[in-house]
């Protein structure tokens, strides 16, 4: 999971790209960076990238920041997947063609690396990174470069090639647009923006539309604004010629993450017209439906707990208070960082340890509903629940909005290794007793969450909660 941001038609493009990137600093903290193009003509440009590991806030800025200028900016916030965090690794990922550099920012995991990695190096192209950016990069100038082909062609050709979860971006330097596309899947979001202020049109791409949100306030107030999804399978470019759509390869369903539903995207972010705040309300009141308790307060664990905890608890009645605190030293110091994705178990378990407080007089002989969006590790769960006994509660039921976690994602989430996850190879007893044996515990059923989130089964991936991988996998088919 990571976030992107790009933006072509604004002379104000690099504080908005900064900002809208900025607003997707939950899909990654682990490195940032941004490309810009500057446009010389309709075939000549050039390209200056700045990236390096820390926040945006950290990153985007001084002397090398400011020096950057130009029309065309695409952003990218890490979340490491393939390729340890470093500079190295960092995106924008770039490739020098014949006719000048290509860059990149793109979003997912490509799960055909090996093949493709000796396929490039069967035509002597470099790869310097272990990012898969990179080979869709240089998987784009061997199209250009030995291929003849061009810049829409050669995306079609590498999006035939490259399997796996891919929403990106490009710029050239030799050709004075702005590029998206998305895997024939659909699996990671991307939205585009058109933002029409006294007819003069701004687009803009992000994984999330609260990026969107977020820059607003850089325009106008009588702006008008466009706002879809890139299609699956889709190539849009946008330049000083309007927008054009392309079609890529099909596939033969969609799949769009159903986690995304669960955890990853923001709560104010949309999708269909809908937020995804609304959608995690249905999932919790679904749960109370299916898992029903008797109980004297419903609390979740914050924050991403908090929608199920109020959907439950407007579904069944049972007052919602919230008994589990996040320590506020914990957000100034460690920066709102999501525990799930950081790198290793040693420093989950100390910063969950770090995370909440616990309010003992209401927790004190009472029955909890304790709510949250996912059981993954297991390991926030286990620290709540021991300390909610601590704190001599009567009893503990422990809601999840979604089901066992069990299968491994490689689209674009670090939960490859099967031995991490709490629900793999555990059965609800055995999950019990890694969490510390609360009073009953229950997850949402799988068709509870597809019927929350108000999209055909068909169009989704559900492959970590049932394994049926929507793209195979060769290590694991
Ligand atoms: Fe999303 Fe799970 Fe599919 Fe990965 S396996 S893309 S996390 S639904
Ligand atoms: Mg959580």
């Not at 990106?168 to 899947?185: S, W």
């Not at 999804?229 to 799949?255: D, H, L, T, W």
């Not at 309010?359 to 009472?366: F, G, M």
């Amino acid at each position: 999971m990571c976030g992107i941001f790009g933006i072509f038609g604004h002379s104000n493009g690099k504080q908005i790209a900064k900002t809208g990137i900025w607003a997707e600093q939950h899909r990654g903290q682990d490195a940032a960076g941004i490309a810009c193009l500057r446009i010389k003509n309709s075939k000549k440009g050039l390209i200056e990238v700045e990236k390096k590991p820390g926040k945006v806030r950290e990153v985007l800025q001084g002397q090398d920041f400011d020096d950057l200028s130009g029309e065309v900016w695409i952003a990218h916030v890490r979340y490491s997947t393939q390729g340890k965090p470093s500079k190295r690794n960092a995106q924008p990922h770039y490739a020098q063609s014949i006719h000048g550099r290509i860059a990149i920012v793109s979003n997912g995991d490509v799960v055909n690396m090996e093949e493709q990695r000796n396929f490039l190096d069967r035509h002597d192209i470099q790869i310097y990174t272990e990012n898969d950016a990179e080979l869709i990069v240089a998987s784009i100038n061997y199209q250009i470069t030995f291929r003849k082909r061009d810049i829409i062609e050669a995306i079609a050709q590498v999006m035939e090639h490259i399997q796996g979860a891919f929403s990106a971006l490009v710029i050239t330097e030799f050709d004075d647009r702005l590029f998206a596309f998305r895997d024939p899947f659909g699996i990671r979001p991307l939205f585009i923006s058109i933002v029409e202020e006294k007819g003069r049109k701004t687009y803009m791409f992000a994984s999330e539309t609260s990026a969107f949100d977020a820059v607003l306030p850089l325009f106008g107030s009588g702006a008008k604004i466009e706002l879809r999804m890139v299609e699956p399978g889709e190539i849009i470019a946008v330049g000083p010629r309007g927008i054009e759509s392309f079609k890529g390869p099909k596939a033969e369903r969609q799949a769009f993450c159903l986690f995304e539903f669960v955890y990853f995207s923001r709560p104010d972010s949309t999708i269909n017209g809908k937020s995804f705040q609304a959608f995690r309300i249905n999932a919790g009141r679904e749960l109370c439906k299916e898992y029903p308790a008797e109980a004297d307060l419903v609390s979740p664990i914050p924050k991403s707990g908090i929608p199920a905890g109020v959907g439950y608890a407007s579904f069944s009645g049972i007052p919602y208070m919230p008994v589990i605190i996040e320590n506020p030293s914990f957000d100034i110091d460690f920066g709102r960082r999501r525990t799930f994705i950081e790198p290793t178990e040693q420093e989950r378990l100390l910063k969950a340890q770090l995370k909440f407080n616990f309010i003992a007089d209401l927790i004190q002989e009472k029955r909890l509903v304790i709510t949250d969006d996912s059981i993954v590790r297991g390991l926030i769960t286990g620290v709540v629940n021991k300390a909610l006994w601590q704190s001599k509660a009567k009893s503990v039921h422990i809601r999840i909005a979604s089901p066992p976690y069990r299968f491994p994602c490689f689209y674009g989430i670090e939960t490859k290794r099967k031995n991490t996850l709490a629900a793999a190879g555990r059965t609800m007893e055995g999950i019990k007793e890694l969490i510390g044996q609360p009073t009953t515990l229950a997850y949402l059923s799988l068709e509870g969450l597809i019927k929350s989130v108000e999209i055909p089964k068909d169009q989704l991936c559900t492959a970590c909660f049932d394994g049926n991988y929507p793209i195979p996998i060769p290590c694991v088919l």
